[in-house]
C-alpha cells in the first residue's frame, strides 16, 4: 500500500470542515492551537495528550504574521510548522490560522474539545482563554487542559542556540511560490542584456597590507611596515561592476575628484567595460577609505572625504545623464558623499526616463543618511540600523519595524538586510500568499563582508527586471551577498560564482532531503 504523504494533512478552513463534518460527530474532534516555533518536547505531550481524549487531532498554527512577542520571529516559517505538525503520526490534520486567535476557527469547525496547556488554568484563566471558553460553551464543546508538570518555551531554546534551519526555510519558501533551484538559473541566464543606469556616490577602497613591527618605546604607538596596497573601485561603483560581471549593459554616472583617484576609476570602469559619465569636481578629492591592516586584523581607517553637497551645475549634469540614458531600471546608490540629500533626491528622481524600475539604497555608517528620502520607490533595500534611524525606532523587534517602513516609504518591495541573520522582504498584501517572507544567509566561509549589500542590491534589482518576483529577487540577492562574503576585498560576484552557490546549495538540499522533518 502506498504510504500517505503528511503533507495531505494540512488543510484550508472549507476542506477541513469538509473533512470532519458537522456536530454531531461520530468521530470526536480536539484541537490544539499555537505557534509551535520549534517542535519540543512539551509540544508532543500536550499534542499527545490532547490526541487520547478524541478520535480526530486537530493541530492549529498560528500564522506568521501574528507572532511578534520576540525579535527575529517565528525562526521558523508558518509552511515549514505546519508540514513539521503534520509528520506526527497522531496529528490528523493541521490548519494555519490566518487571523490573530483561533476563536473564527473555532465558530466554523465547532471542535468537540480544545485543548490547552495546564498554565492557561493553574494561575487563573486569562481573559483570551475565557474568550475561547466562552466560544466552546456556546454550541456545547468542552475545554481540556492538558498536563503541564514540564514546560518549555520555543523562544529560550532557539535564543540558547539556534538550529541552522536555512535549507528546509528556503525549499519551504520556495514551495509556497512555486518556483525552484532551476528557475534560480533560468532568471540568472535572463539577467545579461538588461539595461542598468547607476547614479552614486563612488569611493575608492584601499587595503594597506602591512607588518607589525611591533610598539615605539616613547607613545603606546603601533609601528608597522608597509607591504602591498590594493585598490578597489567602491560605493556605487562596485555595483555598476556587479551588475556588469552578469552580463548587464551598464551605465554608470557619478561624481569624482580631479585627481589620481578619479582618473583611476574611469581607467577601471573602462577596462570592465562601463559607460561611465562622471562629473569631474576641481573642488573636491575623490572619495577614498584606506584600512590598514596586519596579520588580518584592521589596525586603522583613514577617510579622505568631503560630504558637502554637490553643486548645482554637478546636479544638473546628472539630472541631464539620467534623462538622456535608455534604460530598464535607475539605481540611485547612496554612501552620503555628496550626491543624495532631501534637496537633490526629488530632482534627480524626477529624470528618471518613464517605465523604469526606480531601486534605492542608502548605505550609511554615519546619521547623516536617511531612507525615507527615498519614497516611491519600486524596491528599497536599507539595512536594520538605517531602518531604525528613519524611524526613530530602537525598541519595535524586527517585523513590525520593518511594516511601518515600507509604509512609510510607500515603496513597491522593501528588503530589509539583517546581516547574518539574513533578510525581511514585505510586498502588498493581495492574491500573494503573504505581505512578508525571510531568506536566511547562506555564508559558507565569511572572508569580508565588506561589500555584501552592494552584491545583494545588484542581484535583486536585475532579478526584479527579468521577473518581477520579489521573492525568487531576494534569493538571489542573498546567494550573491553570500558570495560576497565569501571572497577577499570588494570584488564583483560574476554569474558563474553565483551559478555555482546555487549548485552547492541545491546539492546540500539533496543530501538533506532524507532528514525527518520535525526538529526537536
Not at 506568521?64 to 505546519?82: G, S, T
Not at 495546564?118 to 456545547?140: C, I, K, Q
Not at 514546560?151 to 514551495?175: R, T
Not at 562601463?274 to 584606506?290: A, G, N
Amino acid at each position: 500500500m502506498m504510504k500517505r504523504d503528511y503533507r495531505e494533512k494540512i488543510k484550508t478552513l472549507d476542506e477541513l470542515a469538509r473533512a470532519i463534518g458537522p456536530r454531531p460527530r461520530q468521530q470526536k474532534v480536539i484541537m490544539c492551537h499555537g505557534t509551535f516555533d520549534i517542535v519540543h518536547p512539551g509540544h508532543l505531550r500536550h499534542l499527545a495528550y490532547a490526541k487520547e481524549k478524541a478520535d480526530l487531532l486537530i493541530a492549529s498554527v498560528t500564522a506568521d504574521e501574528h507572532i511578534m512577542k520576540a525579535n527575529f520571529r517565528p525562526y521558523v516559517p508558518q509552511e515549514l510548522r505546519a508540514a513539521n505538525l503534520a509528520a506526527l503520526e497522531f496529528v490528523d490534520f493541521v490548519i494555519v490560522d490566518p487571523n490573530p486567535t483561533p476563536i473564527q476557527h473555532m465558530r466554523v469547525l465547532q471542535p468537540d474539545y480544545f485543548a490547552k496547556g495546564y498554565e492557561y488554568f493553574a494561575n487563573g484563566v486569562p481573559p483570551r482563554t475565557r474568550e475561547e471558553m466562552d466560544t466552546l460553551a456556546s454550541y456545547g464543546g468542552e475545554m481540556v487542559f492538558t498536563p503541564g508538570d514540564v514546560v518549555y518555551s520555543s523562544s529560550a531554546l532557539i535564543d540558547a542556540q539556534p538550529p541552522n534551519l536555512g535549507v528546509e526555510k528556503l525549499l519551504a519558501l520556495m514551495d509556497s511560490e512555486g518556483f525552484d533551484f532551476d528557475d534560480l538559473r533560468r532568471t540568472l541566464m535572463r539577467l545579461s542584456g538588461i539595461r542598468v543606469h547607476i547614479v552614486g556616490d563612488t569611493i575608492v577602497d584601499s587595503y594597506s597590507h602591512c607588518s607589525l613591527l611591533g610598539a615605539t618605546a616613547k607613545s603606546p604607538t603601533f609601528s608597522v611596515k608597509h607591504d602591498v596596497t590594493e585598490r578597489y573601485a567602491g560605493g556605487a561603483a562596485v555595483v555598476a561592476k556587479h551588475m556588469k560581471a552578469v552580463g548587464a549593459d551598464v551605465t554608470f554616472s557619478t561624481v569624482l575628484g580631479d585627481d589620481d583617484l578619479g582618473r583611476y576609476v574611469i581607467d577601471d570602469l573602462e577596462e570592465a567595460e562601463i559607460q561611465c559619465i562622471p562629473f569631474l569636481d576641481r573642488t573636491r578629492p575623490t572619495t577614498h577609505k584606506e584600512r590598514f591592516i596586519a596579520d588580518g586584523y584592521k589596525l586603522l581607517q583613514v577617510d579622505r572625504v568631503d560630504n558637502r553637497t554637490i553643486s548645482e551645475r554637478a546636479q544638473e549634469f546628472l539630472k541631464n545623464a539620467i534623462q538622456a540614458t535608455r534604460t530598464d531600471i535607475v539605481v540611485f546608490s547612496d554612501f552620503r558623499h555628496g550626491i543624495f540629500n532631501r534637496q537633490t533626491i526629488g530632482s534627480l528622481k524626477e529624470a528618471i526616463p518613464s517605465g523604469a524600475i526606480k531601486v534605492a539604497d542608502s548605505q550609511v555608517s554615519n546619521r547623516w543618511g536617511n531612507i525615507l528620502e527615498f519614497t516611491d520607490f519600486d524596491l528599497l533595500t536599507p539595512n536594520e540600523r538605517e531602518a531604525r534611524f528613519a524611524l526613530g525606532d530602537q525598541d519595535s523587534v524586527v517585523r513590525p519595524l520593518a511594516s511601518e517602513l515600507f509604509r512609510q516609504a510607500r515603496c513597491r518591495y522593501l528588503i530589509l538586510k539583517l546581516g547574518e541573520r539574513g533578510l525581511i522582504g514585505y510586498r502588498s498584501p493581495g492574491p500573494m500568499p503573504r505581505e512578508f517572507f525571510t531568506v536566511d544567509s547562506f555564508v559558507d566561509r565569511l572572508v569580508d563582508p565588506i561589500g555584501a549589500g552592494d552584491a545583494l542590491l545588484s542581484y535583486a534589482a536585475l532579478a526584479l527586471v527579468a521577473t518581477d518576483h520579489i521573492v525568487i529577487a531576494s534569493v538571489l540577492g542573498s546567494l550573491g551577498a553570500a558570495v560576497a562574503c565569501e571572497l577577499q576585498g570588494n570584488s564583483p560576484v560574476s554569474a558563474a560564482k553565483l551559478q555555482d552557490k546555487i549548485d552547492t546549495l541545491e546539492q546540500h538540499v539533496h543530501y538533506e532531503v532524507g532528514r525527518p522533518a520535525v526538529y526537536a
